[in-house]
Nanobody
Framework: QVQLVESGGGLVQAGGSLRLSCAAS????????MGWFRQAPGKEREFVAA????????IYADSVKGRSTISRDKAKNTVYLQMNSLKAEDTALYYC??????????????????????????WGQGTQVTVSS
């Protein structure tokens, strides 16, 4: 397992932007995939985005597609989530997660598996994003 520490959350007005960071300690292997999930008050935790560590291919939930970009910096062992055009409904606690074998899946299988919380082995503590309308 790897240890994950999120940062970058905060209070922002609707229409604004934030960039979340997730620093991973320990080695990340080519087979890894990294994901972002979020949980709003009174709601289930939901998938936001994921990235295959080795080649950088990405997937997104429909709710954030076109407004968010997930990326990774291999040298820094860090994953980012750039969020633009933020809406009040984006308010949530955002979690970073790592899947040791997620990078082995492709295409539809990658989306099906990496959008599921059960596929992830390690989780961060979360960073709060609050969007005021």
């Amino acid at each position: 397992q790897v240890q994950l520490v999120e940062s970058g959350g905060g209070l922002v007005q609707a229409g604004g932007s934030l960039r979340l960071s997730c620093a991973a300690s320990g080695r990340t292997f080519s087979s890894y995939a990294m994901g972002w999930f979020r949980q709003a008050p009174g709601k289930e935790r939901e998938f936001v985005a994921a990235i295959r560590w080795s080649v950088g291919s990405t997937i997104y939930a429909d709710s954030v597609k076109g407004r968010s970009t997930i990326s990774r910096d291999k040298a820094k062992n860090t994953v980012y989530l750039q969020m633009n055009s933020l809406k009040a409904e984006d308010t949530a606690l955002y979690y970073c997660a790592a899947s040791a074998s997620g990078g082995r899946y492709y295409s539809g299988d990658f989306y099906y598996r990496m959008s599921s919380q059960e596929e992830y082995d390690s989780w961060g503590q979360g960073t709060q994003v609050t969007v005021s309308s």
